[in-house]
Structures are given as C-alpha cells and as structure tokens.
C-alpha cells in the first residue's frame, strides 16, 4: 500500500508549545474532518480536532491547544488534559481515552499529513 504526502504547513508555522496550525483531513468515510498539528520538544504531531469526551473542537482560541504551562493540549469545553505526544487524555472526563492520531511527517522544512493511498 502506498503512502501519498499532502502539504500542510512550513515548519517555521509551529513553534514549540506554541499555536497550532488547523487544517481539514479526510475520515474514513471521506469526510472533511477539523485537524491540527502541534510542535512539542520539537518534534510535530497531529490529531483530528476532537475532544475524546464529547466530539467538539479543543482549541480555546483559533489554533490554541496548549494549557496555560504549555504542558498538556486541552479541551475548551470540558478542561481535559492531553498528552501532546500520544494524545493520551490524563485528566478530565475521558481520562485513559486518545485523540486521534494522525501520521505527520516532516521533510525539509514542511509538514506533510500522511495518507494510505
């Protein structure tokens, strides 16, 4: 099965523990679906914009998904806490439950989102 890149970002777009960088990928029944990537101890990882405890946006701001340490992605709405790096949930209602991961790759000086094709 082959893998195609798709664009989403330069690198220089994410800061570490800084704003996120939102976009649109597709479900797996072709759906446009809320996502972002994030930049922590620089390394990129991407989720599908949607709190594991009830589906709505975790951004509190338009492309903020860092708590006020910038140690955990948290949701808005609810105060769940999110490993940046698995998108485990430590804290809030959906304690044990994970973001959607996506596979994010980043090659000279782009970030791309990874599809099976």
Not at 9 to 14: G, M
Not at 29 to 58: K, P, W
Not at 77 to 92: F, K, N, Q, S, W
Request: hydrophobic share 40%; net charge negative; proline share 2%.
């Amino acid at each position: 099965m082959a893998s195609e890149k798709r664009l989403i970002c330069e690198s220089s777009d994410l800061l570490d523990a800084g704003s996120g960088y939102r976009f649109v990928a597709q479900g797996s029944q072709g759906e446009d679906m809320a996502a972002f990537v994030i930049r922590h101890n620089g390394e990129v990882y991407g989720y599908l914009n949607r709190c594991a405890h009830i589906q709505v946006e975790l951004d509190w701001q338009h492309g903020r998904f860092f708590d006020e340490d910038s140690e955990f992605l948290m949701c808005a709405t609810h105060g769940a806490l999110y490993l940046p790096d698995t998108g485990e949930c430590v804290g809030g209602p959906c304690k044990g439950a994970f973001l959607t991961k996506l596979k994010i790759v980043e090659e000279l000086d782009r970030v791309y989102l990874l599809n099976s094709a």
